[in-house]
């Protein structure tokens, strides 16, 4: 069976599209409604809150993400809405990198979906759309602006509430908006992008719609983090639409799964992890992970290294049990018999080595 599945259906690029968003929302506007823009909080004061289109009654919610979004974050923030008693927003503005496109998406999902965001973890549990939203990204990398799924930690899992109903339904792509990133962070979310490209291309899933897309991306990222060119933050805010496009018909592979159990055990954030993972696994990946280090080298960057050295056996058991829980994601890199390939001690060396 083939999947048959959406895409957002609106996508406005180019720099200073940011402009326009006030016309974009005037459609979607009843006469006593209001919008919600969920703000990174790292633009609180910052000249990129003033250009917000604002009226009267609309909300601007500063959200934290130090830590990646939780399903207790998604709650409070739904019932901080619910508690205006102004009804229901008529949309929903996520501006940010991954994690507040992530948060904005489950957002608008839970005020329409009864209970908490933990209980729609999972695939296709969503029945109701959500609110109208739109998804304004400022850090490039992730795909999190056209994919399904919106990420969060739960109480027992870090799992996506995947649904076509969690996609956008308009993006704004403005490259000028990443500008101030710290060079860091525009390098572990670049590579995100970067490593969900090599897992798609390298995957036993893959097909030509997503080598098609896969491999633009690539090679927008090897432009970016290889070269120099004056429109770096178009071509990278491009690749990571691609990149998300690519996946979305394949699947990512043996990094995203070991960079989950670093993430679910120590907390490790998603760009950082892949990273840290991906520099591993030269036997899954060896030309990838052979131009991540030239990468890296050239942007003079160092990985944190030693993470797994004081991990008790109850969590290093816990951190395998999460990575090999991702099964479609080890099919895709080593085929319909990846548990023989991949047993538990050949995992626990791979994050041994982390
Ligand atoms: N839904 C998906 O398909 C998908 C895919 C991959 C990752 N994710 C999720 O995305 C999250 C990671 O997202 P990310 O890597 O984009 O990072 P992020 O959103 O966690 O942000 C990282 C840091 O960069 C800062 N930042 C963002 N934009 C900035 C700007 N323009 N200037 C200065 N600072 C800025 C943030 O405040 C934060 O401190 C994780 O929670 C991960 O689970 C989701
Ligand atoms: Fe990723």
Same mark, same amino acid.
């Given at each position: 069976?083939?999947?048959?599945?959406?895409?957002?259906?609106?996508?406005?690029?180019?720099?200073?599209?940011?402009?326009?968003?006030?016309?974009? /929302?005037? #459609?979607?506007?009843?006469?006593?409604?209001?919008?919600?823009?969920?703000?990174?909080?790292?633009?609180?004061? !910052?000249?990129?809150?003033?250009?917000?289109?604002?009226?009267?009654?609309?909300?601007?919610?500063?959200?934290?993400?130090?830590?990646?979004?939780?399903?207790?974050?998604?709650?409070?923030?739904?019932?901080?809405?619910?508690?205006?008693?102004?009804?229901?927003?008529? =949309?929903?503005?996520?501006?940010? =990198?991954?994690?507040?496109?992530?948060?904005?998406? #489950?957002?608008?999902? /839970?005020?329409?979906?009864?209970?908490?965001?933990?209980?729609?973890?999972?695939?296709?549990?969503?029945?109701?759309? *959500?609110?109208?939203?739109?998804?304004?990204?400022?850090?490039?990398?992730?795909?999190?602006?056209?994919?399904?799924? !919106?990420?969060?930690? *739960?109480?027992?899992?870090?799992? *996506?509430?995947?649904?076509?109903?969690?996609?956008?339904?308009?993006?704004?792509?403005?490259?000028?908006?990443?500008?101030?990133?710290?060079?860091?962070?525009?390098?572990?979310?670049? %590579?995100?992008?970067?490593?969900?490209?090599?897992?798609?291309? !390298?995957?036993?899933?893959?097909?030509?719609?997503?080598?098609?897309?896969?491999?633009?991306?690539?090679?927008?990222?090897?432009?970016?983090?290889?070269?120099?060119?004056?429109?770096?933050?178009?071509?990278?805010? %491009?690749?990571?639409?691609?990149? *998300?496009?690519?996946? !979305?018909?394949?699947?990512?592979?043996?990094?995203?799964?070991?960079?989950? +159990?670093?993430?679910?055990?120590?907390?490790?954030?998603?760009?950082?992890?892949?990273?840290?993972?991906?520099?591993?696994?030269?036997?899954?990946?060896?030309? +990838?992970?052979?131009?991540?280090?030239?990468? %890296?080298?050239?942007?003079?960057?160092?990985?944190?290294?030693? /993470?797994?050295?004081?991990?008790?056996?109850?969590?290093?058991? /816990? %951190?395998?049990?999460?990575?090999?829980?991702?099964?479609?994601?080890?099919?895709?890199?080593? =085929?319909?018999?990846?548990?023989?390939?991949?047993?538990?001690?050949? #995992?626990?060396?791979?994050?041994?080595?982390?």
């Amino acid at each position: 069976m083939y999947r048959n599945f959406a895409i957002v259906p609106q996508i406005i690029f180019g720099r200073g599209c940011f402009n326009q968003l006030d016309d974009i /929302l005037r #459609a979607k506007r009843s006469a006593d409604g209001f919008v919600v823009f969920i703000l990174d909080d790292v633009f609180k004061g !910052a000249p990129l809150e003033g250009r917000v289109p604002l009226h009267d009654r609309d909300r601007i919610i500063h959200a934290n993400v130090d830590d990646e979004p939780k399903t207790t974050l998604i709650d409070s923030l739904v019932e901080q809405i619910k508690g205006y008693g102004a009804g229901q927003p008529d =949309g929903i503005v996520g501006i940010g =990198g991954g994690s507040i496109l992530d948060i904005a998406k #489950a957002v608008s999902l /839970l005020l329409t979906n009864p209970g908490s965001s933990a209980d729609y973890q999972g695939w296709d549990i969503i029945e109701i759309p *959500g609110i109208y939203k739109v998804g304004i990204p400022t850090l490039s990398g992730t795909g999190a602006e056209i994919s399904r799924t !919106a990420i969060l930690t *739960g109480p027992e899992k870090k799992l *996506g509430i995947n649904s076509d109903y969690t996609l956008y339904d308009q993006i704004v792509l403005d490259p000028e908006l990443v500008s101030g990133v710290p060079k860091d962070q525009w390098f572990y979310t670049g %590579m995100d992008c970067y490593i969900h490209d090599v897992e798609s291309l !390298a995957g036993t899933f893959i097909n030509q719609f997503s080598k098609a897309y896969g491999e633009k991306s690539l090679e927008m990222c090897q432009q970016v983090f290889l070269e120099d060119h004056d429109d770096a933050a178009d071509k990278l805010m %491009m690749a990571s639409y691609f990149g *998300g496009m690519s996946i !979305a018909y394949s699947q990512v592979g043996a990094c995203h799964a070991l960079s989950y +159990g670093l993430s679910y055990v120590l907390g490790v954030h998603h760009g950082i992890g892949c990273c840290i993972a991906f520099d591993q696994l030269e036997e899954f990946y060896p030309e +990838g992970v052979k131009e991540f280090r030239q990468m %890296m080298e050239k942007h003079q960057i160092s990985l944190p290294r030693g /993470l797994t050295a004081s991990l008790s056996d109850d969590d290093m058991e /816990l %951190m395998i049990t999460t990575a090999l829980n991702l099964e479609p994601l080890w099919e895709n890199c080593l =085929g319909g018999n990846w548990r023989e390939l991949m047993p538990r001690d050949r #995992a626990r060396k791979l994050f041994e080595r982390m």
